[in-house]
Every structure is written in C-alpha cells, then in structure tokens.
C-alpha cells in the first residue's frame, strides 16, 4: 500500500538557519503530495503541494519538488523564523481514491 | 468565515459513555473526512463521505459511527468510548471525493480526552 516517511524529529534551528526535511514516498499510481504544518493547538494548514513530477510547491518561503525518480519531496527553507515553529507533515494522495496518507511528521523548533 | 469547523473544541467525558463531534463546512464540497490524530501525532484517516454517501471506510471499530445529514455536514458518533480513543480528531472536506487528488481543507481539531 502506499506510504510517506519523514526524517525523524524534532529539528531544532536558530532564527535564520537553512531548513530541510526530508520526505519519501511508495505509492502505486503518479499521486500528488503535499506539506501540511500544524501549528500549536490547531488544526492541519496546507503548506504547498506538486501534482506531477518536477512540479514545484511554493509558498511563505518553503519549496519542495516532486522527484519521482528518487520518489521523494523534501521541504526546504533557507532562512527560518521563530514563527515557523510547528509540526509538519508530508503526505500523498493517489490517482485511485481521494484520502491522504500522512508521514508521521517532523516537529519544527525555531529558536531566536 | 470559518471553512471548515468543528464542535466542541475539547471534549472530556468517561469510560462507557457516547458523544458526537460535529463538522461543517461552507466551502460546497462534495467529499468530507475524518481522520484520528494519535499522542504521537500520526494522521489517519477513518472515513470519507462524498455527497452523503460513504466512500471511505477504513478498519475502525464499530462503536464509531459517522453520520452525513447533507453534503455541508459529517458528524462522527462515538459508543462505549474507550480509553484508547483518546485523541485529536480532525475534519476535512475538499471539492470531489474518489479519482481526485483535490486539496483537503481541515478543522481545528476536536481534543478528546476519555477518562
């Protein structure tokens, strides 16, 4: 069945420090994929996505490329805020069906 | 302006007892979901509704059994509730449901604590 592994957590940054977060991925199908962020107490926020290969999400400062050769879609920053302190999740969705399946996320502290 | 909310925000109650959490949302979806967060923070979904039909029912125990009145709403009702289901339980809804790939919009969460 389809899966996501993140890289184990937590990571923690001082303010401005580069950011990555690993995340790969098996899937059947050409699935898109997707960052959530959580931050503390709420719910799940869309971060970016990429629905083919070679797409890049963006957004806020964070980027991920789908790579299907390496079936995988890190999450990077190249400088970090205090703000971005929050779990993230990488997760996927195939062409077959339309639930998501979620890496166990990667908890995010940014220090000042 | 809330897209997608959920009541109540947190939820305390005993061993044996039955509740309901319930979700809406004002995006005009067709598909809403419910997905259990556990202590360690894994996401999993539970079950998907597309246009009040269930098209999502993954191995969850019987006592949980969630209910779609119309295609704005999904709510998840809990039987005999049990230690273990203590947990964040979350919402979402996205636009089409199965052979879609659509963004899923999500509540804030409903924290569950069964004592």
């Known amino acids: 069945g389809d899966s996501v592994t993140q890289m184990e957590g937590p990571v923690t940054l001082s303010e401005e420090a580069c950011l990555t977060i690993n995340c790969t991925y098996t899937a059947t199908g050409y699935p898109s994929l997707f960052w959530y962020v959580q931050y503390p107490g709420e719910g799940l926020q869309l971060l970016l996505k990429a629905t083919k290969a070679d797409d890049k999400g963006s957004n806020k400062g964070f980027e991920a490329t789908y790579r299907k050769e390496t079936t995988s879609f890190h999450l990077e920053k190249g400088s970090v805020q205090v703000s971005d302190s929050a779990v993230y999740f990488c997760?996927?969705?195939?062409?077959?069906?339309?639930?998501?399946?979620f890496g166990e996320g990667t908890q995010l502290t940014v220090n000042p | 302006d809330t897209a997608v909310s959920q009541t109540p925000k947190y939820l305390v109650t005993q061993m044996g007892n039955d509740k309901s959490i319930k979700c809406e949302q004002n995006l005009g979806h067709d598909t809403m979901y419910w997905y259990k967060q556990d202590s360690k923070k894994f996401l999993k979904i539970m079950f998907s509704?597309?246009?009040?039909?269930?098209?999502i029912n993954e191995t969850v125990p019987n006592r949980f059994s969630p209910k779609s009145p119309d295609k704005a709403h999904l709510n998840l009702h809990i039987n005999s509730l049990e230690l273990g289901d203590s947990a964040v339980y979350f919402c979402?809804?996205?636009?089409?449901?199965?052979?879609?790939?659509?963004?899923?919009?999500f509540g804030p969460g409903t924290r569950l604590l069964v004592l």
């Open positions: 997760a996927l969705s195939e062409t077959s069906g339309s639930r998501l399946t």
């Open positions: 979402a809804s996205s636009l089409r449901g199965s052979g879609s790939q659509e963004t899923q919009y």
């Open positions: 509704y597309n246009n009040k039909e269930l098209i």
